[in-house]
């Protein structure tokens, strides 16, 4: 298991591609998915994930010191502590890059504190504050059903099916804030990677428990539109691909081969990059990325088209299913 990814980061800044500026995908042989025994999992119900989404998209959008995104995480946090998780909301300032203070919350929800073998689920909570990949109304705010919403309603799914079904196991789950606000444009005068992903930049230097670490952590980015390609990203296979492998191994064998596909693909800014060079925590980022658009992610990317309309519950189900058969085999030792 990688633990010291001190020696890597030089190289992953290398590599790296902003979330909102990725670079061409490398080509890789495809890799046959090894043996993999399931271990007894219990069933990813798409339906209640996909009311999870809607919940959250019903509040408005999730800017940062608006009172929908207040409302929305209030709400998500009370929903990890109904399932019976230990919410921890750590709160935080954030400049934004066009001036001014972002107030941010990070929501933690912990199933079994107490464990010492843990894992990492996460995803951004906000939703971008401009809809800049979009010719009408480019200033306003978009919903992020899929870019946010999607990841969340999954992580909400797997906390209560936790609740029902005991594992032997630590997971934190982590709704990672003021993901989605950074600095689109290509000044050349500034690192405008650093003006994303502030949220799980401040929790990486700000662990919510003293000597934190986990076993490893999957991000969910964009895991709810129809049709999904999930390629073997970039930074994930320079830190973990040990991790990866396993991942898209199960998936496959769950029979989500044409959605979790063996393409290697770029390198992007996103929450998992620093808590991988901040925290030294090895996390995979599980994201959409069909290359039908120039910037390589889905149609909808930064528009207002990202509402409930392009969420599609068979990738919520995929995703998730994925995701609780992993904690499951990792329970039981198979992982």
């Not at 298991?1 to 500026?21: F, G, Y």
């Not at 043996?35 to 408005?60: E, H, I, M, R, W």
């Not at 991000?219 to 973990?240: H, I, R, T, Y």
């Not at 599980?286 to 309309?309: E, Y």
Request: proline share 6%.
């Amino acid at each position: 298991m990688l633990r010291s990814l001190v020696a890597i980061t030089t190289l992953l800044l290398a590599i790296v591609a902003c979330k909102n500026d990725p670079k061409p995908p490398t080509p890789a042989p495809p890799a046959l998915p090894k043996a993999t025994t399931l271990s007894p999992a219990p069933t990813f119900n798409a339906d209640s994930a996909y009311t999870y989404v809607k919940k959250q998209v019903d509040f408005g959008p999730r800017v940062p010191n608006t009172t929908a995104h207040k409302k929305c995480g209030a709400w998500i946090a009370q929903t990890f502590r109904r399932h019976g998780l230990t919410v921890i909301e750590q709160s935080f300032k954030a400049p934004h890059y066009k001036g001014g203070e972002m107030n941010g919350v990070n929501i933690i929800a912990q199933y079994k504190p107490e464990a010492k073998q843990r894992v990492i689920l996460a995803a951004h909570w906000d939703s971008r504050f401009m809809a800049d990949q979009d010719k009408i109304n480019p200033d306003k705010p978009v919903d992020g059903a899929d870019d946010g919403a999607s990841g969340v309603g999954v992580l909400l799914e797997i906390a209560r099916l936790l609740k029902d079904n005991p594992m032997e196991l630590g997971v934190d789950l982590i709704c990672f804030d003021v993901e989605d606000q950074g600095n689109d444009s290509d000044d050349a005068q500034q690192d405008n990677s650093r003006t994303w992903c502030l949220g799980a930049q401040h929790w990486s230097e700000n662990l919510h428990t003293a000597n934190y670490y986990a076993q490893y952590g999957i991000l969910l980015d964009m895991v709810g539109a129809a049709n999904p390609n999930f390629e073997k990203e970039g930074v994930s296979m320079q830190a973990a691909p040990n991790i990866v492998n396993k991942v898209w191994n199960i998936a496959n064998v769950l029979g989500y081969g044409n959605a979790f596909v063996s393409t290697r693909g770029a390198g992007i800014t996103d929450d998992h990059f620093f808590v991988i060079t901040k925290a030294n925590i090895p996390m995979i980022d599980i994201i959409n990325r069909p290359g039908v658009t120039p910037s390589g992610f889905v149609a909808h990317w930064h528009t207002h088209n990202d509402k409930m309309s392009a969420i599609d519950k068979n990738t919520l189900k995929m995703v998730g299913q994925t995701c609780i058969q992993v904690l499951s085999n990792t329970a039981a030792g198979t992982f």
